[in-house]
Each structure stands twice: as C-alpha cells, then as structure tokens.
C-alpha cells in the first residue's frame, strides 16, 4: 500500500470553526490531492497540488484553501466550517512519469477524514 | 466538459453469478480510464486501468475491463462473483494533461447474495 496518511480520521467540529486536515505521504510523489466523497456525488476534486507550494483550484473549491510547504504533506483548510461541508475527505497521490513532468495518471488514495459539521 | 455516468445506482447478484458494471464517459481527449472499488470505511483501491493499446484490460481480483470508443463506455466484469466482492465502484476518466485530474462518477453498489 502507499504510505499516505491523513489524519484526524474523524473529526465533529461547529459550524464558524476553523478545521484543518493533514494528508502526509512518504512516497516522494510530486501531486497531491483532496477529493470530497458524498452520496450520490461520488468524488469530487476539491484543489491539487503539483510541488512544494505549487497549488490549484478543482471542481468544489469554495470555502476551502490548501497548502504544501513540504512534499510529505497537503494541508485542507475550512477556514469556517459550514454543515454543508459535512462530508468523508480523501487525500491522494499521484507520480510523474519519469520522461515527463505529468502525473503518471493512477492515483492512490489515503484512508480518508470523516468530517461532521454540527 | 468531462464526465462520467454509472447507470446503476445498486446491483444484486448471486454468488457465482456474472457480473457487469456500466459506465460511460465523456471526455475531450484520449481519455485515461480506471476503476476503483471502495469497501465500507475504506479508502479507494485501484481494480484497473486503460491508458492505451489492448481495449480489454486485466485487473486484481479477477476484473476485466473493456473499452469502446464508439461506445464512450468503460464496463466492469467478472465472471463469478465472490461474496468478498460486495463494496461500491467507481469508474473515472482522466487525461493526459497537466495533474491528470481524475472526475469520478457516483458509484455503483453491489450486493452480493449467497
């Protein structure tokens, strides 16, 4: 398995408060990313990161920032959480292809952060 | 834009049954296919994968895959099903640009019955 862990693995938090998660990897690989998972939505990319403080915006990014000081670890911020960011967080990780600077296209992913927002 | 659509909300097969899993994508490009599957709790395992060459792609657990581009579809198969095989899957189209941003569809459930 790849080493990626996130961690808390669970977390309850109010709504207005500000929570972090950690998503850390040793496998050296250069893109990170966090999805959100809810029912019927499947996965949903929320911002990526492609090097050390090299980051980007995906598809469900509002309410959220992100940051990679290391290579080891992606930080997710709620800078205020809200109910409906009540969700099952999952970081990943993906190589680039040794000819190229683009990610090698499979991704593995971490054991995700079940986040409740009350 | 890029998607992808599971048809199939839940499936219930019998053991020792056949299985397939429906999923179609739209995509812009050579499109990187791939199915994940999710046991409950879990994280998301990769089953398989299409980048190029073969259209029918071998994966773990005995999983097979085979892509139409006429079809726009990606279908998951397994020809006997195997109780530990009852988890969600999801079917992802990907490309061959920049982070290779993966958009996933909604999942199918499969329920296996003895």
């Known amino acids: 398995d790849a080493g990626i862990t996130q961690s808390p693995r669970h977390k309850v938090t109010e709504t207005g408060t500000p929570v972090t998660l950690r998503c850390h990897q040793t496998?050296?690989?250069?893109?990170m990313y966090w999805y959100r998972q809810d029912p019927g939505h499947g996965l949903r990319l929320i911002h990526y990161?492609?090097?050390?403080?090299?980051?980007d915006k995906g598809e469900v990014s509002d309410g959220y920032s992100v940051s990679r000081s290391k290579t080891e670890d992606f930080l997710l911020t709620l800078e205020s959480a809200t109910s409906s960011q009540t969700s099952v967080y999952f970081c990943?990780?993906?190589?680039?292809?040794?000819?190229?600077?683009?990610?090698?296209?499979?991704?593995?992913f971490g054991p995700g952060t079940r986040l409740t927002v009350l | 834009a890029q998607s992808v659509t599971q048809p199939d909300i839940h499936i219930t097969v019998s053991e020792g049954a056949s299985l397939e899993l429906r999923c179609n994508y739209s995509?812009?490009?050579?499109?990187?296919l791939f199915w994940y599957v999710q046991s409950p709790g879990q994280g998301l395992q990769l089953l398989l994968k299409y980048f190029s060459g073969d259209t029918l792609v071998q994966g773990i657990k005995g999983f097979e895959a085979e892509f139409k581009r006429s079809q726009s579809s990606f279908n998951l198969r397994k020809p006997s099903v195997h109780w530990s095989d009852a988890a969600e899957y999801f079917c992802a189209v990907g490309g061959q640009t920049g982070a290779n941003n993966l958009f996933f569809g909604t999942g199918t459930r499969l329920t296996v019955i003895p």
């Open positions: 990943a990780i993906s190589e680039s292809r040794r000819s190229t600077l683009l990610a090698d296209n499979e991704q593995f």
């Open positions: 995509y812009g490009a050579t499109p990187y």
């Open positions: 990161s492609y090097g050390v403080k090299d980051t």
């Open positions: 496998e050296n690989h250069r893109y």
